[in-house]
């Protein structure tokens, strides 16, 4: 069932039935595939910071609530790989709508509890670090310049990785992208959605 139509950004002081909806998908879904890297990466000797250790812990993205600089920068690498129909988008739209889904993006991971937000934070710190990420990834330029086909074939290669911890990343990477991008009204027409149904949805949100 598409998603609810209702869009707030996500620094509004309330959460927003978006909000409400992109939350219940986290708890449902991807999350509970990612739990994974609390193993794997935690405990990793080369990568403390990875585990919440670091001395000091970027702040949030300017606009944001959760998501830092570069956790930015790699949804923005995401979502061209992923949401292939952006690419026909004219440029300016095509900003506005990968702004957009990255505020809705922002509004999941910041409504989250701790312990996802914890797992949350070991994956984008993995692929965060130059190191990591290209043996990992094989990306070893900064997110901004990596391609759509790089991501592609990287996230192709976790899914199709024997390490379970790779398989989760690839699954909440996937769906953190995709549903911050689908739930944007702004992007059914590339569906085929038509939207809902008016008079549920006044209904439901009167």
Not at 53 to 71: E, H, I, V, Y
Request: hydrophobic share 50%.
């Amino acid at each position: 069932m598409p998603p609810d139509p209702s869009h707030a950004p996500s620094h509004a002081p309330h959460r927003s039935a978006d909000a409400e909806t992109l939350h219940a998908l986290s708890r449902r879904g991807f999350l509970k595939v990612g739990f994974g890297f609390t193993a794997a990466l935690a405990c990793t000797a080369l990568v403390p910071s990875l585990a919440g250790c670091s001395a000091g812990n970027p702040a949030p993205q300017a606009g944001m609530a959760w998501l830092r600089p570069d956790d930015v920068a790699l949804f923005r690498a995401l979502l061209p790989a992923i949401v292939t129909e952006l690419a026909e988008a004219p440029p300016p739209r095509r900003a506005a709508l990968v702004q957009d889904a990255l505020r809705n993006i922002d509004t999941t991971c910041a409504a989250m509890g701790e312990g996802a937000q914890a797992e949350l934070r070991k994956l984008f710190g993995l692929l965060a670090s130059t190191l990591l990420r290209w043996a990992l990834t094989g990306i070893r330029q900064d997110w901004n310049a990596a391609t759509p086909q790089q991501v592609q074939a990287f996230l192709a290669r976790w899914r199709a990785s024997r390490l379970a911890t790779l398989n989760a990343g690839a699954v909440v990477l996937v769906k953190l992208t995709s549903v911050g991008y689908y739930v944007l009204p702004a992007a059914w027409a590339g569906t085929g959605y038509p939207g809902p149904n008016a008079a549920v949805y006044k209904a439901l949100h009167a």
